[in-house]
Nanobody, 124 residues
Framework: QVTLVEAGGGSVQAGGSLRLSCEVSTGYIYARYAMAWFRQAPGKEREGVAAIGSDGSTGYADSVKDRFIISRDNAKNVVYLQMNSLKPEDTAMYYC?????????????????WGQGTQVTVSS
């Protein structure tokens, strides 16, 4: 059983920053999981934002590259998403996801476990 709990969402003005966190509870070794953040805005499909492999390799969607940073703390079973220079178009429900595979991808099909989501709202 794997559970993911996100935190850190909220409302912020454009140009501001937020840091999301996702705590993972698992009977397996957390460090072996690939982790990712996805988001879904109203009326839009869910999209991959950032991912990090068990080896620490990372990948980002073009829309957030150079603004968002994904990281993980394997001692605490937590993955973070530092979001800087936020824009109104970043407004969405953000979801944490975990998958037991090597490397990382931004495709949701590879991720078996999902959190409930945390809302991020960016006002202009």
């Amino acid at each position: 059983q794997v559970t993911l709990v996100e935190a850190g969402g909220g409302s912020v003005q454009a140009g501001g920053s937020l840091r999301l966190s996702c705590e993972v509870s698992t009977g397996y070794i957390y460090a072996r999981y690939a982790m990712a953040w996805f988001r879904q805005a109203p009326g839009k499909e869910r999209e991959g934002v950032a991912a990090i492999g068990s080896d620490g390799s990372t990948g980002y969607a073009d829309s957030v590259k150079d603004r968002f940073i994904i990281s993980r703390d394997n001692a605490k079973n937590v993955v973070y998403l530092q979001m800087n220079s936020l824009k109104p178009e970043d407004t969405a429900m953000y979801y944490c996801a975990a998958g037991y595979f090597s490397g990382y991808v931004l495709s949701e099909n590879k991720y078996n476990y999902w959190g409930q989501g945390t809302q991020v709202t960016v006002s202009s």
